[in-house]
């Protein structure tokens, strides 16, 4: 039995699609059941399930909010993840724990690579790397993968919010020099079944144990992506608003942003065979999804 926690997020849906595709047994839990803020719900929900992996898509996602919410992103990111780990550690099972991109602070000026320093620039991106180290010394069968830019046709999202303002106005101001890979969740999902696959295949080796890269292949910027966006939007009958590329500076947020998040996934490939696909395959379908669920009836 696999357990997914976090399944009401963006990727737990999409783990539950892909596990549902493939006919694996999965218990898929989410808040207020489980919950990090509420540590007895940990070890309730893991004593119920009974799993033999588990993959932690729970988290503390809000990158500004968290900026004032340190406990709750300290628990969603760091000491949650901890005490899940120490108990797949007692029961001698993988782990699979899903990072950020922004452990960094994106100054390298080139993909990065599981063995950079990391630097985060917020709290979003301290917890999430504290989370990282604490998971990697509670549990030895560990793999933690870092992935950037998710969005999918469920819950909150760029692409969602792109829309949705096309819908209010004909132009819109977007971000062009920050630098990343937008990842579909179902692609990210898929990959993760892939190396769940390999392991319950091959079984585990003391080589698995660690870090990863893991977004879709090739880069854009957040203007790049929002053109893509209302690109694959069009046909769908929506009213392509004007865009207008911005610096950073004309967008102030609470949390400072990596300027160049991009990740270099060799590692994954190398590892494990797992090669996401490029940026722009799953997108025209996520926004004519996204389309269907969203446009006024």
């Known amino acids: 039995m696999i357990l997914i926690t976090g399944a009401s997020g963006q990727l737990g849906d999409a783990l539950q699609k892909a596990a549902a595709a493939r006919g694996l047994a999965v218990t898929a839990i989410s808040r207020p059941a489980f919950d990090f803020d509420a540590p007895a719900t940990i070890k309730s929900c893991f004593d119920a399930a009974a799993p033999?992996?588990?993959?932690?898509?729970?988290?503390?996602?809000?990158v500004d909010a968290a900026e004032q919410n340190v406990a709750a992103a300290e628990a969603g990111n760091h000491t949650?993840?901890?005490?899940?780990?120490k108990l797949c550690a007692g029961a001698d099972i993988p782990?699979?724990?899903v990072s950020t991109d922004y452990v960094f602070d994106g100054t390298k000026g080139a993909p990065y690579t599981e063995d950079d320093a990391t630097a985060p620039a917020g709290v979003y991106g301290r917890t999430k790397r504290d989370g990282e180290i604490a998971v990697?010394?509670?549990?030895?069968?560990?793999?933690?993968?870092?992935?950037?830019?998710?969005?999918?046709?469920?819950?909150?999202?760029?692409?969602?919010?792109?829309?949705?303002?096309?819908?209010?106005?004909?132009q819109l101001r977007v971000v062009a020099d920050?630098?990343?890979?937008?990842?579909?969740?179902?692609?990210?999902?898929?990959?993760?079944?892939?190396?769940?696959?390999?392991?319950?295949?091959?079984?585990w080796q003391d080589s698995h144990k660690g870090i990863y890269h893991a977004t879709a292949t090739g880069e854009t910027s957040w203007y790049g992506f929002a053109t893509a966006i209302f690109?694959?939007?069009?046909?769908?009958?929506?009213?392509?608003?004007?865009?207008?590329?911005?610096?950073?500076?004309?967008?102030?947020?609470?949390?400072?942003?990596?300027?160049?998040s991009r990740l270099d996934c060799g590692k994954l490939a190398r590892s494990f065979?797992?090669?996401?696909?490029?940026?722009?395959?799953?997108?025209?379908?996520?926004?004519?999804?996204?389309?269907?669920?969203?446009?006024?009836?």
Not at 149 to 160: D, E, I, L, P
Not at 284 to 295: E, H, K, Q, Y
């Open 273 to 297: 065979g797992v090669t996401l696909p490029d940026w722009r395959t799953s997108l025209p379908g996520i926004v004519r999804d996204l389309m269907a669920l969203d446009s006024p009836r």
């Open 136 to 170: 990697l010394a509670a549990c030895q069968k560990v793999i933690i993968l870092r992935t950037a830019w998710v969005y999918s046709a469920h819950g909150k999202n760029f692409a969602r919010t792109m829309l949705n303002a096309a819908r209010k106005t004909s």
């Open 95 to 97: 782990l699979l724990h």
């Open 80 to 85: 949650g993840p901890e005490s899940l780990a």
């Open 178 to 203: 920050q630098k990343g890979t937008p990842t579909a969740a179902s692609d990210l999902a898929a990959a993760i079944f892939d190396i769940v696959g390999r392991l319950r295949k091959s079984g």
């Open 52 to 62: 033999d992996l588990v993959i932690n898509a729970a988290a503390y996602t809000a």
């Open 231 to 260: 690109e694959a939007a069009a046909p769908c009958g929506l009213a392509v608003p004007t865009v207008s590329p911005i610096a950073t500076t004309d967008w102030p947020t609470p949390a400072k942003r990596p300027a160049d």
